[in-house]
């Protein structure tokens, strides 16, 4: 049973700070996706806007965002699978170019994770993802022994 509580912010350096993100953050978040996403007839700004709007539970959908002074650069989300009990999907991930390397992604991938362990008592996290290693160190293993189109699909029990 799920015990959905609010996210709070968080900063990871003097000037970068990881909050939910609110509605009013839609448009911005979109950008840094699109910018980051090379295929327009899979992630297309219409459905990007769609998607980053949160949804209840039990289907919910949560996003945080990284700013960086008052510039949006970085989001993530994770998502409820509607298709099986007890697991959830980190998806729709990126950092603005010019904010890579500074740490962002893994404290949005570490605040989602926490925010999942923090709601429920227990389930499954998957990612599809081309950075394995990133998420070997976070306990995550293969589920599969294939790449789809470069990425690893990968599997966290909690």
Partial sequence: MSRHRP??????????LISPMDDADREAAADV???????????????????LAPAPMPFYRQFFIARQ?????????????????????????????HARGQGIARALIATRIAWLMENFEHGRLLVSTARSRRFNRLGFRMAGKHDAGGRRLMLLEF
Wanted: proline letters at 2%; charged letters at 30%; a negative charge.
């Fill in 7 to 16: 996210a709070r912010g968080h900063i990871i350096k003097d000037d970068i």
């Fill in 69 to 97: 002074q008052d510039e949006l650069v970085g989001v993530g989300g994770i998502k409820a699978a509607d298709w099986a009990s007890d697991t959830h999907i980190l998806y729709l991930s990126a950092v603005t170019e």
């Fill in 33 to 51: 996706l699109l910018a980051a996403f090379a295929d327009p007839a899979r992630y297309g700004r219409e459905r990007l806007i769609d998607q």
